[in-house]
């Protein structure tokens, strides 16, 4: 039998049109909860006020997650990559 685990969890935001997603979809709050990483897409197309007020509400969702803003859809991906975490087996 073959096992899977699974690494991390990387939730991508669209900064654009999130606040007023999380407003009517629970869900997408309880994507950002239990991310271990959230990216902020589309970043180059709202004032970094915006940007800042995202990640502002972000951090009351999910306090310890690392928020990384995206620029013209580019992204470092060296904290996104796999055995970045260990949890203990279950």
Request: aromatic fraction near 2%.
């Amino acid at each position: 039998m073959q096992r899977y685990s699974l690494d991390r969890a990387v939730t991508t935001i669209i900064a654009a049109t999130a606040i007023a997603t999380s407003d009517t979809q629970q869900e997408s709050e309880g994507q950002a909860a239990a991310a271990d990483r959230l990216l902020l897409t589309k970043t180059d197309l709202v004032s970094p006020d915006r940007v800042e007020a995202l990640a502002t509400r972000l951090r009351t969702i999910n306090a310890a997650v690392p928020i990384t803003p995206m620029l013209n859809g580019e992204v470092d991906p060296t904290p996104c990559s796999v055995r970045a975490f260990h949890a203990p087996t279950l």
